[in-house]
């Protein structure tokens, strides 16, 4: 049976490198922000969804959601956020379901789901192990004004303190990798991880 893997952490922590890096050492990931995006296209579940739940103004005129709008009318209302991630979280999570069977199907031993809500979405309960990567907030606010531009400091830091805590995440985590050093460090230890979650996936399909 395929290990199901979950890669999670907030916003500028470092968890897209260690997800590049794992991708490179030939570990299939997959970006559950990319589902998002497909179900967000024309005619997508997703789309209709969203439609219904919060009007037609949330949809651009090629019938995809227009996410500027969407996040301008749910950000800052926690009650609209909860509806919206019921709406597409279990559309995400079948998506993800399918991708794992299709993997397993093709003989591979293991996959990595990466997902900012991984626990938030009760993930706990559909992975096997998950990694979680932590940062301090003045090196997460610091990487998020370096790419992201028109962005403000006081900016980053709402957006950063509207997500889970570090410390929340690995109480629930199987592994954490503390992103405190350099880049090359990080992916030195993301090297190091897609090495123990391939002997731990071939320990387990040799089980089976």
Not at 6 to 29: D, F, H, N, Q, Y
Request: charged letters at 25%.
């Amino acid at each position: 049976m395929i290990l199901r893997a979950g890669l999670t952490g907030g916003m500028a922590c470092g968890k897209s490198t260690v997800a590049r890096t794992l991708a490179e050492c030939g570990i299939p990931v997959l970006d559950a922000d990319r589902i998002v995006h497909a179900l967000y296209e024309p005619g997508e579940e997703g789309a209709a969804a969203v439609a219904a739940a919060f009007g037609p103004a949330m949809l651009a005129s090629s019938g995809a959601v227009d996410r500027k709008a969407l996040a301008a009318a749910v950000f800052g209302d926690a009650e609209k956020v909860r509806r919206l991630n019921a709406l597409v979280h279990p559309l995400v999570h079948k998506r993800q379901a399918s991708w794992f069977a299709e993997l397993e199907r093709e003989g591979h031993a293991l996959g990595v789901v990466e997902a900012t809500l991984l626990f938030e979405s009760g993930g706990r309960s559909r992975f096997d192990i998950i990694v979680t990567v932590s940062a301090p907030q003045a090196v997460r606010i610091e990487r998020a004004l370096a790419r992201t531009s028109g962005i403000t400091a006081e900016e980053v830091r709402s957006r950063i303190n509207a997500q889970w805590p570090d410390s929340k995440r690995e109480e629930l985590a199987d592994i954490v990798i503390r992103n405190e050093g350099t880049l090359p460090e990080l992916i030195e230890a993301s090297r190091a991880l897609a090495t123990a979650l391939l002997k731990r996936a071939v320990s387990r399909l040799q089980r089976t």
